[in-house]
């Protein structure tokens, strides 16, 4: 956890220092699998990967119109794990980081499709973030500019 909070800070903190006036900040979150062979802990099989494996958690920034993607979290999960689980972990402390260090930025969020609306809805509710969300036609979740 606390390597996970130290990679996010190093993250925010280079680009700060790098880039003045950022417009746009993406995050993407994206599980991804990583089969292993023999008896892992945690490691089940994946009926849709046709595999025994883990599903990390992959969160990935880009800064304005960047190709580049910087890494700030990856997440380890079981073999197991629904696409959503940890999202909105991570998303509860990397948005108001962001929102300290980028205060005129606008946030997008891209969920990869296996991730429920539903549930990063009621999240942002709770949050009382309901203003950043908006479904788009495109089928992802896009945070909407600061009022």
């Known amino acids: 956890m606390r390597l996970s909070e130290a990679l996010a800070e190093t993250v925010t903190a280079r680009h700060r220092r790098r880039r003045k006036g950022v ?3 993406t995050v993407d979150l994206d599980p991804t699998v990583d089969p292993t062979h023999g008896g892992q802990q945690l ?5 849709f990967h046709d595999t025994s494996c883990y599903l990390p958690l992959g969160g990935f920034l880009t800064f304005d119109d960047e190709v580049e993607q910087c890494l700030f979290c ?3 999960r079981s073999g197991k794990a629904a ?3 940890g999202c909105i972990g991570v998303l509860k402390r990397l948005l108001p980081r962001l929102r300290r260090a980028f205060p005129q ?9 296996g991730i429920p609306a539903r549930s990063c ?5 709770r949050r009382d973030w309901s203003a950043w969300w908006a479904w788009r036609r495109t089928r992802r ?5 600061n009022r």
């Open 83 to 85: 696409a959503k689980h």
């Open 121 to 125: 809805s009621r999240f942002s509710r």
């Open 74 to 76: 990856c997440v380890l």
């Open 141 to 145: 979740w896009s945070a909407l500019p």
């Open 105 to 113: 930025a606008r946030l997008r969020i891209r969920l990869d499709g």
């Open 43 to 47: 490691t089940f099989f994946d009926g």
């Open 23 to 25: 417009r746009r900040i």
